[in-house]
């Protein structure tokens, strides 16, 4: 019986499989997060998760149990994937293709290491909240721990940037603009993004001002550098792209932006959560809407740009529903995830936070049933992906003589 393809064909791309199962573990808790009530707490934790099954009627039930039962899935998977990813890229830094990997464009596909451990840090605080009883009575003084957890992450993504940028401008000649054709360089943006808004969840949770403080500033300047990267990144690819067109199996990056969005959004709204609650900095409740409308606005644009030109190439029918297969197509998943999280906040924070509509109504469920219908379709093809990576290649045939 011979491997998976994804083993056969390894590359740092396949991080992006734990990310995406991360990232859905996200959207289940979407479901606690704005249904399940909190009072006195700026997220629902396990006591939280039991007082609301003990009182409720059985619609949140329903829905408690199917985000409990998602999170710990995809959580799960997750974890699964990482481990998976690290043994492989262990055994990968030992190979020749490793060292082209070095010399080429294709170095900053490396940065979906960091990527995938900030995605992990933040999967497990959520399963930690919903799963683990009295956590909340120690949680400020896991706090330090957690932004010393992303800050080594972050290092570690900022180190291999340096060691990028540090290769192609010291002199010229050696990135290949042919080969920019895509949104691929954004990836270290993600990746910093990803840690930055990890970094900004004391802000949001902690009554200790030097933790809400150190939190504010260090998620502020990873967050800035993050920004600055995907300007820098998206002028130069998309000048290439004019150019040289888009470049077919990389052809899902160009929705990169919308999960970029959604994770700097999250960053803002927990850096205004603390401003407000320490630090007695304020803003209302229309000018979250606003906020976010732009953040989902954004999004829409990079949304139909991409999918215009994934459907011009044909890359659905080939690396999805046909028989190719590239480990770029996980960057399929986080753009839906983003879509799907994003909404969830700009439902419950922008329109019923504004007053547009009425929370449980029927508007109400009528725009969160675009969220959860994003989230459905990254589930299937989470399932799909993973059945076309992972699953045992059958033994080649033998031909007759």
């Known amino acids: 019986m011979k491997p998976s393809k994804a083993s056969e064909n390894y590359v740092p791309l396949y991080f992006l499989s734990s990310v995406g199962a991360g990232g859905l573990a996200v959207t289940f808790f979407m479901y606690l997060m704005f249904w399940v009530p909190h009072p006195g ?23 408690i149990t199917v985000a409990m039962i998602g999170i710990a899935t995809f959580v799960f998977l997750n974890l699964k994937y990482l481990f998976w990813n690290l043994g492989q890229y262990n055994r990968f830094k030992k190979s020749e ?36 009883p009295g956590l909340w009575n120690v949680v400020e003084y896991l706090f330090p721990f957690a932004m010393i957890a992303f800050a080594l992450i972050a290092a570690n993504a900022l180190k291999t940037i340096a060691d990028f940028l540090g290769r192609v401008l010291s002199k010229g000649g050696v990135f290949d603009v042919t080969a920019h054709n895509s949104f691929a360089q954004l990836l270290p943006a993600f990746a910093l993004a990803m840690s930055a808004v990890g970094f900004a969840s004391p802000a949001a949770m902690s009554q200790t001002p030097w933790i809400v403080g150190t939190s504010l500033v260090g998620s502020t300047m990873l967050g800035t550098a993050a920004l600055v990267y995907a300007l820098l990144a998206l002028v130069t690819a998309f000048n290439s792209m004019l150019h040289y067109g888009t470049a077919e199996e ?30 007695d900095g304020h803003s209302t409740a229309t000018d979250t809407l606003m906020f976010l409308a732009k953040g989902v606005s954004i999004q829409l644009v990079f949304l139909g740009l991409g999918l215009t030109v994934l459907k011009r190439q044909g890359y659905f029918k080939d690396f999805v529903f046909g ?43 009528v725009v969160t049933a675009i969220a959860i219908g994003f989230q459905l379709a990254m589930i299937a093809l989470v399932f799909r992906l993973n059945g076309q990576h992972f699953s045992t ?8 003589e």
């Open 323 to 365: 028989t190719k297969t590239s480990a770029g197509s996980y960057a399929l998943v986080c753009p839906g995830v983003a879509l799907s999280v994003l909404g969830f906040f700009f439902i419950n924070k922008g329109l019923v936070g504004a007053g547009m509509i009425e929370k449980f109504g029927t508007a109400y469920w």
């Open 97 to 132: 293709r490793y060292a082209k990997l070095r010399a080429s464009n294709a170095e900053t596909t490396l940065l979906a290491m960091p990527l995938a451990l900030a995605m992990s840090v933040n999967g497990l605080f959520i399963a930690g909240m919903v799963f683990v």
């Open 250 to 279: 990389a052809g899902p990056t160009l929705m990169i932006i919308i999960p970029l969005v959604t994770i700097l959004s999250i960053m803002f709204m927990r850096q205004d959560h603390g401003l407000h609650t320490t630090f």
């Open 393 to 400: 290649s059958e033994p080649n045939a033998v031909p007759a």
């Open 41 to 63: 707490r700026p997220v629902p934790i396990f006591e939280d998760i039991m007082a609301a099954w003990a009182t409720s009627g059985g619609a949140l039930k329903f829905g």
